[in-house]
């Protein structure tokens, strides 16, 4: 079964930093990987979505890289904003069909 | 809708009884999915439909869930004879297609008393 980590597990930053969030997991033979946040008493945003032949997608201030032989995904955001504050999740799928499997999560606080 | 639309949003249960969610795809969106999201825990996988082909269920916890797509659109997930443990967050989530983008719902707190 898919095992899916994320570090760090929370992580505090000042506005305006950059900064790279990381995925790993373990079983490389994956369709796509998605990336979400989730926001308190909300349910999950799509922020991107890499297909197993894509290296990198783009989205403003977002970028997210794949290396599936290596087993690993980062999310870098660039020029942090308090309202960047959420838990991300990385999401790899095995079947193509959306049959996800979700980290814990990188719980992202960026001070104003 | 523009979104995913769940419904209710909170659900207060007693043990035992049978409870139904539901779920509004986004208009167009051929495939759904189902996830819950217990207390401290990841986002788990329950069921997929695609169209009008058998849906995958290889994620159910056991034989008291169960979830039908009517007209290949809107979606219930029915728990029977709840218990403490399947309180949980139940998301719902539908894409144009499979390999797609996912778009989710704002969930449904089930908490079985």
């Known amino acids: 079964k898919q095992e899916v980590t994320q570090i760090p597990a929370a992580l505090s930053v000042p506005e305006g930093e950059n900064l790279v969030l990381n995925c790993s997991f373990t079983?490389?033979?994956?369709?796509?990987l998605q990336w979400f946040r989730q926001d308190p008493g909300k349910g999950l945003t799509s922020l991107l979505l890499?297909?197993?032949?894509?290296r990198e997608q783009t989205s403003g201030r977002l970028n997210a890289s794949l290396d599936k032989s290596s087993g690993r995904s980062t999310l870098y955001i660039a020029a942090s904003q308090p309202g960047d504050s959420a838990t991300y999740l990385c999401?790899?799928?095995?079947?193509?069909?959306?049959?996800?499997?979700f980290g814990t999560g990188t719980r992202l606080t960026v001070i104003p | 809708g523009a979104g995913v639309s769940q419904s209710p949003s909170n659900k207060v249960t007693e043990k035992g009884k049978d409870v139904e969610l539901r779920c509004d795809p986004i208009?167009?969106?051929?495939?759904l999915y189902w996830y819950r999201q217990s207390l401290g825990q990841g986002l788990e996988f329950l069921i997929y439909?695609?169209?009008?082909?058998?849906?995958?269920k290889s994620g159910l916890p056991s034989d008291r869930f169960s979830a039908e797509r009517t007209g290949g659109s809107v979606s219930t997930l029915t728990i029977q004879r709840t218990q403490q443990e399947d309180s949980a967050v139940y998301l719902c989530?539908?894409?144009?297609?499979?390999?797609?983008?996912?778009?989710f719902g704002q969930g449904t707190r089930l908490t079985v008393v």
């Open positions: 989530a539908s894409s144009l297609i499979k390999n797609t983008e996912a778009f």
């Open positions: 079983d490389s033979a994956i369709y796509n």
């Open positions: 890499i297909q197993s032949s894509q």
């Open positions: 999401a790899p799928d095995q079947t193509g069909a959306n049959n996800l499997f």
């Open positions: 208009s167009g969106h051929t495939a």
């Open positions: 439909f695609q169209g009008n082909s058998a849906p995958d």
